[in-house]
């Protein structure tokens, strides 16, 4: 929200108790506390350190202050800085909320992960300024004794004011000011230097509102609003002074920091929190950007090193005109030994003259210790030899080195550092000693190979994740092309993992995910790759297999039969004993046949295959899965530009009663392709029913066929006609279905009790209740139904007596066989002795023969629909089979 929080909200001492306890939790402001048992330490005799606790007492004032927020309880989450509290995360809750262990573990883990990240790039920043710094070290020591003073500040004046961001700076040497940049007047300085000598006696003096602490300052926001002082000698007649610009910035504040006296029951007064959170804005002026821990540490260094090698030069120039070079290079460089880094001065054998408190603290060496030694005999170039080796020549040939090696310290601990090494020659261009200077960055890249961790491992189970997994394949298919050996991809899925989780819940799912992390690694060489691409989706990627297709699909075969054996045996989930399955698909790659992402597409599909077979085996890819899968993607683009371009159309097949006389016709729908020609529904109603298009076309079919019925209307010849309509199970269990076609119904005009809808009998047996109510309140209004395909199923009796169906249609596959299969005969005999049983219509689909439809009529069959009458046809053409 960009809201600010006065300072006074969090008082020194919560400071102090959040960088030592992490995650601080109030369950409930309103919770009595109650004394420690026992109070004292019985150890030390002393009260007992409720730093690190959990639960312990809290302010009342704090309670107070949450109180006024409308809070009742709380979680705040420390974020440090090397050690120094740099921010927080405060959750609130207006009721209750206690943390379990496992909540404040993970909150914990966050918190030093952001620290760590935090610290890490305060690393990076300090060791770019230190960089740049010793870079500037270095323009002085080339510079310092070969020109004059001015054209030395005129080099390293614009340096200065870029390292720390300044708009201007002034560098003071034996009272002489250089300047550059945007400063103050010879006027302005005049009152302001003075006043800044006084600030900063011994310290560097840092603000970023100076009108504050000066006031005079308020005249000259453009040139010096903020300003950094580093004094070198008293009086500041040495010293740098960096200034930076007016910034004007709006600050949003959430309520003004305003504490109050209240009197208590007692007759006395106690301090209150603040108790306005009202959202205010204040606009800032006069100040600059404020100046940075980072920043104010290189300042030092350099306020050090540059006024004091200039000042040095200037007494040199007086009273010792022919010091040599070496000399006042040397006594430069000792006065940057304040700094951060380590620093180490060598003679031109090697042998160190003299250290910095820095090196001591970072190796563990004191100086006295260290002085007269060769770096070999502390055994700090002892390490990766051939590297030191190189190291040296290339000094010897350029005059410096940078870079990361790694040392061994006092004790014998080994830890990375970044080294930065010169020459440092006389006149003549003779080696005299050389200049080291290093930091342990031990710290950052451990932050970096967290980093690493979190972009390449999967976090719950250690494995590689999708991001180190193409990486690898990658260099595996790279190998393989040089090596004309093949490898081998399992894409292993759990069956039923989503069961587990709706069932026993995530943490047992997480648990499981974990062992089968654990049991797959297990089952490969120390070479191959196991990864977790996300849930329950797991890859082993195999490498360098045998020479032979058949060889490296008899390995690849035996690996995954390992893995179904293993990940079969029982799995403990805290108290639970659970077993599980997996489907495997695998694919062998060899050279350049194939890229990632192909690779992983043909995997997944046997994977899927495998499911299909049943789960709890293994499929190896096959190129007509490929086929499959692209013809069945290219179906269903068809379908949705189908749908799109009105592509679809209607056929209609006669329904015929015991005179032979048309009563009416079933549609059936078919798809216009445009290079396909007619497409069948037995080719695409499956699909679309799977990936949700069969409501739109359903839709489409029971709104085509009430216009026609409308049309039919118009014609004493025709307005008998009725049409039966098929219903898919997804269309018939939208909630809205009954609606909808009551809609249709009103637009259209049309008598509702000369439309048929045919209803499946797994559709109705899916939930009997649900069809029960719509069919009911569709017969309502004049709607007849009619199960099809009846005989397929397991209608009972009971079911078939509380639906509302008019009609029975038997079955194609009973009616194909009926004069000479007897078991079909005794079916359809039933079917028809049921349905007038219970009141219902009889029609027989699938009537090809004059036969066929004698044997149904003569046992009492109603309707008859088949070739006999006529194939499905447009629109046209039936309505010339009407008039024949």
């Not at 959170?277 to 940075?292: D, K, V, Y």
């Not at 040199?316 to 940057?336: G, H, Y």
Request: aromatic letters at 6%; a negative charge; one cysteine or more.
């Amino acid at each position: 929200m960009g809201l600010h929080f006065p300072a006074s909200d969090i008082p020194a001492q919560a400071r102090r108790l959040f960088a030592l306890n992490p995650v601080r939790v109030v369950a409930d402001i309103e919770a009595e506390p109650v004394p420690l048992q026992p109070a004292v330490n019985p150890l030390a005799g002393e009260p007992l350190d409720m730093a690190y606790s959990a639960l312990r007492c809290v302010s009342p004032i704090h309670i107070q202050y949450l109180r006024n927020i409308g809070v009742r309880a709380s979680m705040v989450v420390s974020l440090l800085q090397n050690g120094r509290l740099w921010g927080l995360i405060a959750c609130h809750h207006h009721a209750p909320k206690p943390v379990s262990i496992s909540e404040r573990e993970a909150v914990t883990f966050i918190s030093r992960m952001t620290s760590a990240k935090l610290s890490a790039i305060e690393a990076v920043d300090q060791h770019s300024h230190v960089t740049s710094a010793n870079h500037v070290v270095g323009e002085l020591l080339n510079y310092i004794f070969t020109s004059q003073e001015e054209t030395i500040l005129q080099r390293l004046l614009p340096e200065l004011m870029q390292l720390l961001h300044a708009d201007g700076v002034i560098a003071l040497v034996e009272g002489k000011r250089h300047s550059h940049g945007l400063t103050p007047t010879a006027a302005q300085l005049e009152a302001l230097l003075p006043w800044l000598s006084g600030q900063a006696r011994s310290n560097s003096f840092s603000c970023e509102h100076l009108a504050n602490y000066f006031p005079p300052a308020a005249d000259y926001p453009d040139t010096a609003a903020g300003v950094l002082c580093t004094p070198l000698s008293a009086g500041l007649r040495n010293g740098i002074v960096w200034f930076r610009t007016e910034k004007p910035r709006t600050v949003h504040w959430a309520g003004r920091a305003e504490k109050g006296l209240v009197a208590d029951a007692a007759g006395g007064y106690r301090l209150t929190p603040r108790q306005s959170f009202e959202i205010w804005s204040e606009l800032w002026r006069g100040r600059s950007a404020p100046w940075t821990t980072v920043e104010l540490g290189v300042a030092n260094m350099l306020a050090v090193t540059l006024p004091e090698g200039l000042a040095q030069k200037s007494r040199l120039e007086q009273a010792l005109k022919q010091q040599s070079v070496l000399d006042a290079e040397l006594r430069i460089a000792a006065t940057a030994f304040e700094s951060q880094e380590g620093i180490v001065v060598l003679d031109s054998a090697r042998t160190i003259l003299r250290v910095n408190r820095a090196f001591s603290r970072i190796t563990g060496y004191a100086a006295e210790f260290a002085v007269g030694k060769s770096l070999r005999e502390l055994e700090l170039d002892n390490r990766q030899i051939a590297d030191y080796a190189a190291m040296w020549d290339t000094i010897g040939v350029s005059g410096a080195w940078e870079g990361e090696i790694t040392i061994q310290a006092a004790g014998g601990r080994l830890f990375p550092i970044h080294l930065a090494i010169s020459a440092v020659t006389d006149q003549q261009g003779n080696l005299k000693n050389y200049v080291a200077s290093f930091i342990d960055i031990s710290s950052l890249k451990a932050a970096a190979a967290e980093i690493e961790r979190l972009a390449f491992y999967d976090a719950l189970t250690g494995l590689a994740n999708r991001r180190l997994l193409q990486d690898r394949l990658k260099h595996a298919l790279a190998i393989s092309s040089r090596s004309g050996r093949p490898g081998a991809l399992l894409f292993i899925d759990l069956d039923n993992f989503k069961l587990l989780n709706d069932t026993l819940g995530h943490d047992m799912g997480d648990l499981l995910l974990q062992q089968v992390a654990r049991r797959l690694s297990a089952c490969v060489r120390e070479g191959d790759t196991v990864a977790r691409l996300g849930g329950d989706e797991f890859i082993v990627m195999l490498t360098e297999l045998g020479d032979e297709k058949h060889e490296g699909l008899a390995q690849t075969e035996s690996v995954a039969n390992k893995i179904l054996a293993t990940l079969a045996k029982p799995y403990w989930l805290n108290e639970h004993e659970y077993r599980n399955s997996p489907s495997i698909g695998a694919v062998l790659f060899r050279e350049h046949e194939f890229d990632i992402e192909a690779l992983l597409k043909q995997a997944d599909i046997a994977m899927y295959q495998a499911k299909k077979a049943g789960k709890n085996t293994v499929r190896f890819f096959d190129p007509q899965m490929q086929a499959n899968i692209n013809a069945r993607m290219q179906l269903e683009a068809d379908l949705h530009r189908a749908l799109a371009e009105n592509r679809f159309v209607l056929h209609y097949q006669p329904q015929v009663g015991k005179n032979r006389e048309i009563f009416g016709a079933e549609v059936l729908i078919r798809c216009r392709h445009p290079e396909s020609g007619l497409i069948a529904p037995k080719d695409f109603i499956a699909l679309a029913e799977e990936i949700g298009l069969i409501t739109q076309i359903g839709q489409w079919v029971l709104e085509t066929a009430c216009r026609q019925l409308k049309k039919w209307e118009a014609s004493s010849k025709t307005r008998h006609l009725h049409l039966a309509v098929n219903v898919s199970p997804r269309q018939f269990r939208q909630a809205d279905f009954v609606d909808s076609v009551t809609r249709i119904f009103r637009e259209t005009g049309i008598d509702p009790s000369r439309l048929k809808l045919e209803l499946t009998e797994s559709l109705v047996l899916d939930d009997i209740e649900d069809t029960v109510v719509k069919m009911q309140a569709l017969r309502g209004i004049g709607v007849r139904f009619s199960m099809d395909d009846f005989g397929t199923g397991n209608s009972s009796l009971s079911n078939l007596r509380k639906l509302p169906i008019a009609q029975l249609k038997i079955d194609r596959s009973f009616v194909r066989d009926i004069l000479d299969d007897p078991d079909d005969t005794v079916i359809v005999q039933t079917i028809i002795a049921m349905a007038k049983n219970l009141g219902m219509d009889v029609i027989a689909e699938g009537v090809e023969t004059e036969a066929q439809r004698a044997f149904l009529e003569m046992h009492g069959c109603d309707a008859f629909q088949g070739y006999l009458f006529g194939k499905p046809v447009p629109i046209a053409d039936f309505e010339a089979m009407l008039n024949r």
